[in-house]
Nanobody, 122 residues
Framework: QVQLVESGGGLVQAGGSLRLSCTTP????????MGWFRQTPGKEREFVAA????????FYAGSVEGRFTISRDNSRNTVYLQMNSLKPEDTANYYC???????????????WGQGTQVTVSA
């Protein structure tokens, strides 16, 4: 089991920015791909962004590309999600996820955090 702890959620006005953080004491962090997902009540969890173990090719959902940036600091065992130009439809509970390997291609996330709420007011 990989423990993941998210922080940085909150209430922001449309057009504003937030930065989410996810940290873990897990020593294998630097060898795992990491991702962010989000979920709103009554809907399935949806993919937001992912980064491989070496911060190589990142991948974004079309709805956030150009506004959100995923990054990681392996020296701090932390992955970030910088969210700019936020919209009310970005309101959701955001979850950090760790993959079983260093790449996120064609595999589901293996471990999940508890989530942090992001609310964007119009």
């Amino acid at each position: 089991q990989v423990q993941l702890v998210e922080s940085g959620g909150g209430l922001v006005q449309a057009g504003g920015s937030l930065r989410l953080s996810c940290t873990t004491p897990e020593r294998t962090f630097s060898s795992r791909a990491m991702g962010w997902f989000r979920q709103t009540p009554g809907k399935e969890r949806e993919f937001v962004a992912a980064t491989p173990w070496n911060s190589g090719r990142t991948f974004y959902a079309g709805s956030v590309e150009g506004r959100f940036t995923i990054s990681r600091d392996n020296s701090r065992n932390t992955v970030y999600l910088q969210m700019n130009s936020l919209k009310p439809e970005d309101t959701a509970n955001y979850y950090c996820a760790a993959y079983a390997t260093g790449n996120y291609y064609a595999q589901p996330a293996a471990f999940w955090g508890q989530g942090t709420q992001v609310t964007v007011s119009a």
